[in-house]
């Protein structure tokens, strides 16, 4: 009987001459096959094929359903109800008035005309309001179907995501929510309340809506430059009268302040008997350069005729007293409100009124021509109080106005919008350079902007015609 280990040797000899066989078989195998046989496998794939198409269509139907749907739309019901808002009681008293004072003759025909002047401006108020009602309940129809569809698809689409990418990403998000949450309500709970927003009563400045009033005046077509508003502070009795000052002379010089017993008055052109004078020569000394120009407690502010300074007209002493900027202050047009294709002109100084009082934004070699703001304090002659830089490039902006203790900044967007893109916060330092609200422009050019305390109105002079806005507050 052959041993184990006999055994095993033969083994592992024969399988050492079967494997030089098998190598020797594919090695004759390989040296007849020709150059151009190849070997191909087939693979298929058992998942459908991504539906890219569809993809695409919901990517076209989410932008345009973005461009739809705005933040613009949502105000302009708003701006249309705050319009008849304002012209409802006006109306109302104009027709008091005429009740009571109709001469049944010259007075009554203008005071007619004014009243006639109103009901067409609210009419075509509340047609726009209906249109636009309209249009927001076929826009809402739409946009919800349109919606409706979009989750549809985009559920189908979720069956193609194997490997459930879109689902964790989703649990991400809701996990990154609920984190922030949980941040938020532990600041609360640790941090003091912080103090009221600048020296604001009405909250942040959130928005404004307008236009509310668009007119030239009794003027159309002329005076180009000039400024127009109400007096924060105004005397008893006078608490509805506007004032207009309007650029006579190259459009660069005024020397007299027109008033107006209300609006309605404004807009049909009915000024009082006489305007008021600063000097009987025009330009002489000062008498009003450029367009910045503000009213406040029976008093006008301006830039002097030919000097960096400040003049306070007395409408009361028909007397004017100076203030001086400091040395170095630009000013005879070297320093303007600019965009890039045209500077306006004689805007160097520009003066502002808010709820504190007055202010004047101006630039000084000393800031590298950056904006620099002081407060003016009241007084026989005023004075110059505390004093800001700021790091905002004056030539970089077209207008700037003061509310609650802030200064905004504007720039053109374009012939139609302007942009309230900056703001410089006095009592805390803090400046913003990415405020983002928008004007809607009735004409290319706004050559002065002010905010009035009184009614909470942005007064604007543009190419001739006055324009205002409300401004909404947080």
């Known amino acids: 009987m052959q041993s184990p280990h006999a055994f095993f040797i033969q083994l592992q000899a024969i399988m050492k001459f079967y494997t030089v066989l098998l190598l020797c078989f594919l090695f004759n195998f390989t040296q007849q096959l020709s150059p151009q046989d190849h070997c191909a496998c087939a693979l298929t794939n058992k998942d459908k094929a991504f539906p890219h198409d569809t993809l695409n269509s919901v990517n076209d139907d989410a932008s345009k359903c973005n461009q739809d749907v705005t933040p613009q739309k949502s105000l302009e019901i708003e701006r249309l109800l705050l319009g008849l808002e304002h012209r409802l009681p006006q109306l109302l008293e104009d027709v008091s008035i005429?009740?009571?004072?109709d001469d049944g003759d010259l007075y009554g025909v203008v005071s007619l005309q004014v009243i006639e002047n109103e009901l067409k401006e609210i009419k075509d108020h509340v047609d726009r309001l209906k249109r636009t009602t309209q249009g927001h309940q076929h826009l809402s129809t739409d946009s919800t179907k349109q919606l409706t569809n979009l989750r549809a698809e985009l559920q189908d689409l979720e069956m193609y995501d194997t490997f459930q990418v879109e689902k964790k990403r989703q649990d991400n998000q809701r996990?990154?929510?609920a984190l922030n949450e949980c941040k938020g309500e532990?600041?609360?709970?640790?941090?003091?309340t912080p103090p009221p927003h600048g020296l604001?009563?009405?909250?942040?400045?959130?928005?404004i809506t307008g236009p509310?009033?668009?007119?030239?005046?009794?003027?159309?077509?002329?005076?180009k430059y000039g400024a127009w508003g109400r007096d924060p502070k105004p005397e008893a009795g006078k608490e509805r009268w506007y004032w207009r000052v309007m650029l006579t002379s190259n459009n660069r010089y005024a020397n007299y302040v027109r008033f107006y017993s209300s609006l309605s008055t404004l807009v049909v052109g009915v000024g009082m008997p006489d305007n008021v004078q600063i000097h009987v020569a025009n330009p002489t000394t000062n008498t009003v350069q450029g367009p910045n120009v503000v009213l406040y407690e029976k008093a006008l502010y301006y830039n002097c005729y030919n000097k960096d300074d400040v003049c306070r007209f007395n409408l009361t002493s028909k007397t004017v007293s100076t203030l001086e900027l400091p040395?170095?202050?630009?000013y005879n047009s070297k320093g303007n409100f600019c965009h890039l294709e045209e500077c306006y002109p004689y805007t160097d100084i520009d003066l502002a009124t808010d709820e504190s009082g007055v202010w004047v934004i101006y630039s000084t070699a000393e800031n590298f021509?950056?904006?620099?703001?002081?407060?003016?304090?009241e007084g026989e002659p005023p004075t110059l109080g505390q004093t800001w830089h700021t790091s905002l490039?004056?030539?970089?902006v077209t207008n700037t106005f003061m509310a609650c203790g802030i200064l905004y900044g504007t720039r053109y967007v374009d012939k139609d919008t302007e942009e309230i893109f900056y703001s410089y916060d006095t009592s805390t330092g803090v400046e913003k350079f990415d405020i983002g609200i928008f004007m809607t422009k009735m004409a290319p050019n706004i050559y002065f902007l002010n905010y009035s305390p009184i009614d909470r109105m942005l007064y604007v002079y543009s190419e001739g015609n006055m324009v205002s806005y409300k401004v909404l507050f947080e």
């Open 393 to 396: 490039f004056k030539q970089a």
């Open 200 to 207: 604001c009563p009405h909250g942040r400045f959130m928005n």
């Open 369 to 377: 021509g950056n904006l620099v703001l002081s407060k003016v304090e």
């Open 175 to 177: 996990l990154k929510r």
């Open 327 to 330: 040395k170095g202050t630009r």
């Open 98 to 101: 005429l009740e009571k004072e």
């Open 186 to 192: 532990h600041e609360l709970d640790t941090q003091p």
């Open 212 to 223: 509310e009033v668009f007119s030239a005046g009794e003027y159309p077509g002329s005076f």
